[in-house]
Nanobody
Framework: QVRLVESGGGLVQAGGSLKLFCVAY????????MGWFRQAPGKEREFVAA????????PTVESMKGRFTVSRGNAENAVWLQVNSLQPEDTAVYYC?????????????????WGQGKQVTVFS
């Protein structure tokens, strides 16, 4: 059984920053690739960033490069998402997900377990 718990998000002014945190609890324990996705109203869920238990990846969306940073937390299967220079178009529900894939995959279908999502709203 796997449970993902997310925290962070909220309301932030354009140009500001925030951090999201996620940890996956599993029994029995195993290491997961942890990913972040987001979904804006009326749009498909899109990949943000992912990190394996031994490394990391960068966002694939051009608008996110240099602004979104994923890092591992101190606990096993814990991951942070740091977002800087937020813009109103970054408004979305941000989801954490866990995958058994050995690489930092950006495919939604590779992720089996999902968090409940955290709303991020950016106002100008």
């Amino acid at each position: 059984q796997v449970r993902l718990v997310e925290s962070g998000g909220g309301l932030v002014q354009a140009g500001g920053s925030l951090k999201l945190f996620c940890v996956a609890y599993s029994s029995p324990f195993r290491n997961y690739t942890m990913g972040w996705f987001r979904q804006a109203p009326g749009k498909e869920r899109e990949f943000v960033a992912a990190m394996t238990w031994s490394g990391g990846s960068t966002p694939t969306v051009e608008s996110m490069k240099g602004r979104f940073t994923v890092s591992r937390g101190n606990a096993e299967n814990a991951v942070w998402l740091q977002v800087n220079s937020l813009q109103p178009e970054d408004t979305a529900v941000y989801y954490c997900a866990a995958s058994t894939a050995p690489v930092a995959t950006d495919r939604t279908s590779d992720y089996t377990y999902w968090g409940q999502g955290k709303q991020v709203t950016v106002f100008s």
